[in-house]
């Protein structure tokens, strides 16, 4: 089934040569079906090929779906035009009002610093706490993962020695949970960060489930109880490429940066990386959408606030 974006994205072109299948505005306006409602929260300084990257894994899914893009008015993005955050970005005034059956909260490029002192936290704050009362879930990427534990949950960040990067081995701990579903014994995913948090700091929470690990990379999948706050300290979105970027960036930079672990074939930043986690990338988001929301989530939307005042039922 589709996802309905605005006609003029520059993602459309792409996604319909990758036989991804978009729906135009006038198409989905005579459709006879409740769509998903999706916002996407884009905290990323490569706004375009986030778009790109969580559309392609939103358009795998059986459902149709509407995706509005968010960004924050207390930050001025300084890698992305004005005229394509005017036309295709809403602000959070203009849908505090609004409920959606899911947000996507992405990463961000601030890890190093203190939550408080990040110019847009406050208002970050603002939208996680709206989030509990107007979407059903809500999934959280890399720094997204560790603010939202913070705030949801008080767990703490912890800064490391050098920067995690590269392609790592997760294992599965709980395959009966509904992300989970599918998954490999062992399956494998990019992270690309500076900071952690820790596998005790999660296990002291009972309102929280460990999902997944990696040896290298510490916590990677975690949930809360009824799944309606879900976390991925990794980026399962990245294209093939996007690592080979970041690195090339860093090392321009004069950054001594390490070579992404899993990445480049004999470590060689001139050979072209292997794509060796994009199954289970569209798997994780497949489970999200069709397993946790579509089967949850009310179908009159606005009745979103009675229910998170009542107790939750586990989801195992």
């Given amino acids: ?25 006038f198409r989905a306006l005579h459709q006879d079906i409740r769509p998903l409602r999706i916002a996407i929260l884009n905290l990323m300084p490569t706004k375009s090929e986030t778009e790109l990257q969580l559309l ?22 300084k890698n992305t035009p004005v005229s394509h955050l005017t036309t295709f970005y809403k602000k959070f005034d203009d849908i505090r009002d609004s ?42 990427i890399c720094w997204g993962a560790q603010a939202g534990l913070y705030y949801h949950y008080g767990i ?35 992270h690309s960060r500076y900071t952690t948090v820790r596998i005790e700091d999660i296990l002291k929470k009972r309102e929280i489930r ?13 949930s809360s109880a009824d799944c309606r706050k879900i976390f991925i300290t990794g980026h399962p979105e990245y294209d093939r490429q996007t690592l080979a970027a970041e690195y090339a960036r860093d090392v321009g930079k004069g950054i ?12 060689d930043p001139e050979n072209t990386p292997v794509m060796s986690w994009r199954s289970h990338a569209n798997l994780l988001y497949c489970n999200w959408i069709n397993l946790v929301i579509y089967q949850n989530t009310p179908f009159d939307l606005h009745s979103l606030s009675t229910m998170s005042m009542r107790p939750q039922m586990a989801v195992m």
Wanted: some cysteine.
């Fill in 256 to 267: 001594k940066a390490p070579i992404p672990v899993g990445y480049f074939p004999k470590d």
């Fill in 99 to 140: 409920c959606y059956d899911g947000l996507i909260i992405t990463g961000a490029p601030v890890e190093t610093l203190p939550f408080e002192e990040v110019d847009y936290w406050r208002e970050l704050c603002e939208i996680m706490e709206w989030s509990k009362y107007n979407v059903y879930s809500c999934l959280h």
């Fill in 1 to 25: 089934m589709p996802i309905k974006i605005p006609n003029d994205l520059p993602a459309v072109k792409t996604l319909v040569q990758e036989n991804i299948y978009v729906m135009t505005e």
């Fill in 156 to 190: 703490e960040k912890y800064n490391m020695d050098e920067k995690l990067s590269g392609i790592f081995a997760h294992r599965n701990l709980n395959p009966n949970h509904q992300i989970m579903r599918g998954f490999d014994d062992i399956y494998y995913a990019p």
């Fill in 56 to 77: 392609r894994l939103l358009g795998g899914a059986s459902l149709q779906i509407e995706v509005d893009f968010i960004q924050v008015a207390s930050h001025t993005s």
């Fill in 210 to 222: 460990l999902l997944s690990t990696s040896d290298a990379a510490g916590a990677y999948l975690v």
